[in-house]
């Protein structure tokens, strides 16, 4: 009976020795978490805080995300101060040192990657919700996902060395990937380079400067502050002047205003996912890519 | 001779048809000739504008680039250039006056203390005579005009590898202009003690409900609730002390926590208070002095969280105090909540709008006050060492009696659109008996039935400033109705400090 007892503790034990060896991996951002399961395939496993309809700055610090805080091994967070209104007091109340600033499984996904829109005078509140470190948008670049893929397979590698190959060969599987789908939508989007867009938040501006859009304005009149009466009333006569084609706003936004400009200026209203999961149908990193640009390129060829 | 006219004639008349079938071709081909010139400069203006639009953009990238890199070039000389009154500013800036502010967290990564000020500033009246009596909350409004309600400094950030220290300090300039400070927090926190503990020491807020640990500028309405108030002090529940907690392995977020702080003082108002020599329960008080270690304040509480759905969050808690208190020997309060919230958010949401959220605490006080007589001298007639309580001539005394009150609040709050909320409150206190002292002193209103609606609208042009307006319909027993509209402001500077759930 005691050495029964003994049996079955000591297979719990390697039991639970075994499901700890999975990286327990936390991603802030579907799209992060999308990308390192990706790197990681089996041997990690993801759990994505904010859901990809979510205005990323304001995602509810939900109680039950201590809890997954608490588990993590690795946390991805975006950085340049995306989450800054909501990850700060989890992370107290996590209490994890690995996942501290300067644990060994924290992870901030902007790094290696040049960031846009960096404040090159001084900046204060009264320009909006500006970020010191650049705009935080940069997953939207799909050459991006290479730098942080390979962040994550060296990160991977690190804390799990005994699967390092599998992630090196992972890395290369999927940058090979994206190389060959980089060129492809490239070559999709190649006809309409220079086409005039506005958005709605500076959401797009990595995406735009991959694959030649113009962003020629956007409806907030400064980041992160709601659209005034002055501004959209400047900014139709101007779109009409640029000649703007698209309009494209996240799914997440309200419609009333960006509708009413699409109306003013005949520039055509595009509900475009910003994140894996902002559309039902995107549901991996490359997905996202490919939805976005198909209906870009379905658009123009329509307004043509 | 004549023949060869003739055959000139001939041959002119012959080729005339001929001289114009050429011209025709001629024109054709000029014709063609014009369409491919067309074609071609369209073309090549096209090409031209291409190629203007590319270069103008290429040279912008390359400017905004060599700016960024010039930029971080000064940016380093300047760091590295040493601190002298001559050092050569940055281009838009300039050198250091006393003038400027003092920036003590440098940009992007360097975070050593996040420094924030918050103001509350309230307008408006009442018809109650004495709002004072009226507004039980430490930073309500309180008169007619315009109450400063609470200019808060925060200073918090990591102390070192294993504290964070965080310090909040209130100034508030009273209904007689006089400006009062308040050490409201200031305390350290562990930041990764093994087994899932954690550990907080100096001052803070007891973690007792929803409310109490919070800090005025982000409630959603103007004013403390009546239970907060009545039972745990205008000024909130807090003092030095020490807090353990612990998260609990489960499957969902659960928290326990214990406190043990002093027990006396006008921030444990229930507990070793003495009132500053007013009557309080019918009673004098006496702060005492502690004699052993259940003198000190105990406060556990349970907390635990569910998502109901994807968009629905569910947190229930359980919190209690106890202390002795200042009415007595052996005399002892024992305080007891629930508090229930729950919030809803689409999927899709902006901004973090829409919302609603509902949010109710119950609470319960069981005081025991001890017997009390205005015969303080103990020699049986009224002189000047004595306290004639109601000014009736007579010695009166009250037993040693069992207090009990207890109380509710709900509220609503609708985000409906990004930057505005509605909010509605109820809030309801009561006794459960009158006490002896009420039949000797009259009714109290500190422990008489009350209940207040408040509904109200706010308006936030930003996540750094708000405006807000409430009614308050206020109905005390033995009273009266009363009517009362607050008008609120609030801005905040500095860092923002990311919202708890």
Known sequence: ?304 | MKLKYILALVTCLSALPLAAQVNAEVDLLKQQLQAVKDAFEKAQAESRRQIEELTKRLDAVAQQQSATTNEQQKWRDWMNSPVTPGRTPLPGERAWSAADPIRLAGGGAASYLNLSFAALVAAGGSTAKNIEALQLGGHDPKQRGFTVQNLELTLDGKVDPYFRGQANIILQIDSAGETVIEAEEAFLETVSLPWNLQVKAGQFFTEFGRLNPTHPHTWDFVDQPLINGRFLGGDGLRNPGVRLSWLVPTPFYSELFLAVQNSQGETATSFRNDHEGEPFLGRLHDSGSVKAFNDMLFAPRYVASFNLSDAQTLMVGASAAFGPNGSGPRADTQIYGLDFFWKWKPAHQHGGFPFVTWQTELMMRRYQAGAFTEDLDGNGALDATDADLNGDGLLNSVPREMLTDYGVYSQIAYGFQKGWVAGLRADFVTRSRRAAYEAVYGNDPDRDQRWRISPNLTWYPSEFSKVRLQYNYDRRSHIGADHSIWLQFEFLLGAHAAHKF
């Open chain 1, 1 to 304: 009976m005691k050495t029964k007892l003994f049996l079955s503790l000591a297979l719990g034990l390697t039991h639970a020795a075994v499901a700890a060896a999975k990286l327990n991996v936390v991603a802030t951002l579907p799209d992060f978490g999308v990308i390192a399961q990706e790197v990681g395939g089996d041997n990690i496993k993801i759990t994505t805080l904010a859901r990809g309809t979510e205005d990323p700055h304001f995602v509810d610090a939900r109680p039950s995300f201590i809890r997954v805080l608490n588990q993590a091994d690795v946390l991805l967070e975006g950085g340049a101060e995306l989450e800054v209104g909501w990850l700060p007091p989890l992370l107290t109340g996590a209490r994890n040192a690995k996942i501290l600033i300067d644990g060994p499984g924290r992870v901030v996904m902007s790094r290696g990657i040049r960031l846009l829109g960096l404040p090159t005078g001084p900046i204060d509140r009264s320009m909006g919700d500006v970020h010191p470190a650049g705009n935080p948008h940069y997953w939207l670049d799909p050459a991006n996902g290479k730098i942080m893929a390979g962040q994550l397979a060296e990160v991977f590698s690190r804390l799990d060395a005994a699967n390092a190959d599998a992630y090196r060969a992972n890395l290369k599987k999927f940058s090979d990937r994206l190389d060959q789908k980089i060129a492809g939508w490239t070559k999709a989007l190649e006809p309409y380079r220079g086409v005039k867009v506005v958005t709605y938040h500076k959401s797009y501006e990595y995406f735009a400067e991959r694959f030649g859009l113009f962003v020629v304005g956007q409806i907030e009149p400064k980041p992160g502050i709601e659209p005034s009466p002055t501004h959209i009333t400047a900014l139709i006569p101007r779109m009409k002047l640029e000649g703007v084609k698209l309009l494209l706003i996240e799914p997440n936004r309200p419609r009333r205003t960006p509708d009413y400009v699409a109306k003013a200026t005949g520039a055509r209203l595009l509900l475009l996912p910003d994140k894996v999961g902002a559309h039902e149908k995107v549901t991996d990193y490359i997905g996202l890519f490919d939805y976005d640009v198909a209906q870009i390129v379905a658009a123009l060829k329509e307004s043509k």
